[in-house]
């Protein structure tokens, strides 16, 4: 019989209301008897032209049901929606165990209709902020929301794993359904544990500190032990070796005198604030700390994204050893797009505006 369109299904009840005769219809519009006498009895019967509402088959789950589904799985105690659908069987709300993909479906379709998107979560959590945490992002968003971060160093630690020895492991790659990605790896990987800052003209040396595979230091621990990680004093020389220096190279060929450093809460940075007054008063400029960074909020940092494309950039090179990881590490380094840079470090405005807009809840980036 073929499709009629709305638009042709009220022509034809136009022209049986102007003859009031279903053959001369079919003469008029050249369509069947079969159709026209269909679409008058719609119209007839309900006073429109739309397709007859299917019974269809009997929902497995009352609505009831899904939506106590709903309720079990997004207050994350019963699991995903395996559990879930074992729950409802065994508390009566479904005759029989119904299979997890019904659940999601009925679920998500739910959800829908009442103007919610949902889906599945995997991988590990994010930190969970405090009301404490989210008051202290928010403070620190609207305060410096009209700040221009031209003349920001942003600066962070980073530990690179060296877990892909002789392989190269590109940040995406395709395969076949079914099959699954894999790569030689080893279980305990060396690290390069290095310090950095970046802003729109480019980035400082690598600082590489303790916590490096195989690194000798000489700093001690509060215990009057060797140092197995950062220590006030090794962090005061990264400050004073690497930050201040770099900085001022890197802003001053651009004309500019003042600039400010940031860094995290991390209590070893505290051994910043004596290294930058020291250094204004020996070469008489004006570098400032940024204050007060809020605590767990590295999505504030642009510098956090950079480590990110550094360690798949570093994963596509397939390096042997790790002396020739640690020296790779450096040249990509020093080759980093300037345009890149710039544009983390300008992403600045955004991110502060999505974390007001989510009253100093995480953002995407």
Known sequence: MGYTSEEERWAIVAKWKETSSVRAVCRALKRSKKVVQQWVQRFQATRGVANAVKPGRKPVLSVAAVRQARDLLLGNQHGGCKSVAQVLHASGSSSKLVDRKTISRAVVKLCAKEGVRIR?????????????????????????????????????????????????????????????????????????????????????????????????????????????????????QVVESTFLPGGTRMFSTHGVSTWTLQQDNDPTHKAAHGAVAAWNAKHASSVNVLQPWPPNSPDLNPIENLWGYMDAEMNKKGCATFTEYKEELHKLAKTLPLAYLSKLVMSMPNRLAECIRLGGGKTRY
Request: proline content about 4%; overall charge positive.
């Open 120 to 236: 599945p979560f995997s991988g590990k959590p994010r930190k969970q902020l405090t009301a404490a945490n989210k008051a202290k992002r928010l403070a620190f968003c609207k305060k410096n929301l009209k700040r221009s971060w031209k003349t920001t160093m942003f600066s962070d630690r980073k530990k690179f794993p060296f877990y892909y020895p002789g392989e190269k492991v590109q940040a995406v790659s395709w395969g076949v359904e079914g099959s699954k990605r894999e790569a030689p790896a080893v279980n305990h990987a060396q690290v390069v544990n290095l310090y950095a800052g970046i802003s729109i003209h480019g980035i400082t040396a690598l600082h590489i500190v303790t916590g490096t595979s195989s690194h000798k230091t000489v700093y001690k621990n509060k215990q009057g032990k060797t140092a197995r990680n950062i220590t006030h004093g090794e962090y005061k």
